[in-house]
């Protein structure tokens, strides 16, 4: 027998039926309007089936059974994302939801925002690098997780020597928390200069973000309330506990257990301010937790401006704003404005007049750059210099990898391996990335003094275009290990992943053009390996 369930909101039912008779049921072969009272027992199906009807009445139709259930009981049997099973976690975030996007899973929290505090920013600052807050793109997969059960971890791990780049906690306003010591691993940014009244600075994504403590915000939270999340799911208070009194005992992370044994962190006057690092497990991967959003570079980064002081902030609205600044006491200003589509007009203001820069942003992974016909076209042309004409066709030729082995042998074992080759491009990319965003642009890759002084830097400055094998004007990191792990395989006759000392040697005395020697196949005969091309943007 098929059960239909039929929702209503009305008691009347309209039908044309041949029933059969039951004590509860009515006997027509006509039209009936038939009304009933709401009920709730116990039955038993035709096929025996134990079932509770709740609802204004039921029929036994050509031998189909109708359940005439009420609209109220379907949408109360829905399950909603109640305040009631909203997680603990986001309790501090809804203090400011409205400007924020909060959704939940069994694992997660989600918190989706643009980045942009409701307080002023960068008043303050006397280091500057001539970055500007600019809105980003937080939301949906790009947005903010935090763990809802967070685990202790068995090594928990020191910010001193970790997670100098990205974030390492999420404010409650939707801003990132930075390491406070700056990517170089050594500067600590508030005694250097480089924060604004409310401890935060903008990144050379124009991204902004704090890198102490954001106490101000307990004005909004309340005091002895989380001002904020760590990346490992635990939650940082200010400076006093949830009773009123100040915290006390913390460990060397900036954290304790409360009496119940629920571990948490504080903010503090001094260094580390923030969590020393995560007392729950996380996962590091090129010098930050991951997984963790991407800020979105719309312009190059700049280097840093001597003698600057930031005087001033105003937003008119969220897509005009307006930094002052003094340099050496003259002073100047940068108006800028989003535009369609995200283009954002930068204007310079001083004494000798106005300077107009446009950027609009890259529509492809990697960040945006400088929309340009002028620097398209010289970009377009440029051909690396200062590499010579190279030796005559016949002439013994050194490749690189094997002109380099002593520089890529790390161990010194007279062997260049696969893991070593990429840990040289690792360090050789991160001195490249200015902006951390996981991507080379031409101008991090061309700009005068850019990147490590070392081979494999000279080698990606000077043969930059060979890299981008997408053709998005950017480098990957993969882009980059895939060439330089083609050299290797170009000397690595036995195919094991590692260059000897005999490999670098004969590839070193082979003459110009010369390939690897013929590989034999099965049946003896010679079989050369395949052609292997290098498609070049240009």
Not at 324 to 338: A, L
């Amino acid at each position: 027998m098929k059960t239909k369930t039929i929702l209503s909101t009305s008691l009347s039912l309209f039908i044309t039926a041949q029933a059969w008779g039951h004590d509860d049921h009515i006997h027509t072969s006509e039209n009936v309007q038939a009304t009933t009272n709401i009920f709730e027992k116990d039955h038993t199906t035709n096929n025996g089936e134990k079932t509770k009807l709740l609802g204004s009445g039921y029929r036994l139709l050509h031998e189909e059974q109708i359940f005439v259930k009420l609209e109220s009981d379907r949408l109360n049997s829905i399950p909603k994302k109640t305040k009631q099973s909203e997680p603990k976690t986001a309790v501090p975030f809804r203090v400011f939801e409205d400007k924020l996007e909060l959704e939940w899973d069994n694992e997660f929290l989600y918190v989706g925002s643009n980045g942009m505090p409701d307080h002023q920013m960068m008043v303050g600052i006397t280091a500057w690098q001539q970055q500007v807050p600019l809105p980003q793109q937080y939301f949906g997969s790009n947005a903010w997780q935090i763990p809802l059960k967070p685990t202790p971890s068995p090594n928990p791990m020191s910010a001193k020597a970790h997670f100098f780049r990205g974030a390492i906690a999420l404010a409650a306003n939707g801003v990132p928390i930075f390491n406070p010591i700056k990517n170089n691993g050594r500067t600590d940014t508030l005694l250097a200069g480089e924060l604004d009244k409310w401890g935060g600075h903008c990144g050379r994504g124009d991204d902004y973000h704090y890198h102490v403590a954001p106490i101000h915000l307990e004005d909004r939270i309340g005091r002895g309330k989380p001002i904020a999340y760590a990346l490992d799911g635990y939650p940082i208070y200010g400076y006093f506990e949830p009773d009123g009194s100040l915290a006390k005992g913390l460990d060397w992370l900036n954290g304790h257990k409360d009496s119940f044994g629920n571990y948490h962190y504080h903010a503090t006057k001094d260094y580390p301010y923030i969590n020393g690092g995560f007392y729950g497990k996380v996962v590091e991967k090129d010098g930050q937790v991951d997984p963790q959003p991407r800020a979105q570079a719309v312009r190059p980064s700049l280097p840093g401006l001597k003698g600057a002081r930031i005087t001033g902030f105003e937003s008119a609205d969220s897509k005009n704003f307006k930094v002052s600044y003094e340099v050496f006491g003259k002073k100047k200003e940068v108006n800028y404005q989003i535009g369609e589509e995200g283009v954002v007009t930068f204007n310079f203001v001083d004494s000798a007049g106005t300077k107009t820069e446009t950027y609009e942003p890259k529509k492809s992974v990697g960040g945006p750059r400088l929309e340009s016909k002028k620097e398209k076209g010289m970009q377009a042309n440029k051909k690396p210099g200062g590499q010579g004409k190279g030796p005559r066709e016949g002439e013994a030729r050194k490749p690189w990898i094997v002109a380099h082995a002593k520089e890529l042998d790390i161990n010194g074992d007279d062997v260049v391996s696969t893991k070593e080759v990429n840990a040289e491009v690792d360090n050789a990319f991160t001195g490249f990335d200015q902006n951390n965003d996981g991507f080379l642009s031409d101008n991090e890759t061309q700009s005068r003094g850019a990147g490590p002084k070392s081979p494999m830097g000279g080698f990606i400055k000077g043969h930059a275009s060979e890299f981008d094998r997408d053709g998005d004007g950017l480098i990957s990191k993969n882009e980059a290990s895939l060439l330089f792990l083609r050299f290797v395989r170009q000397v690595d006759q036995n195919n094991d992943g590692e260059l000897s000392k005999k490999e670098l040697v004969e590839a070193e005395s082979r003459p110009k053009g010369d390939k690897k020697k013929e590989k034999k196949d099965g049946k003896g005969k010679g079989k050369k390996e395949p052609k292997k091309t290098n498609k070049k943007n240009k």
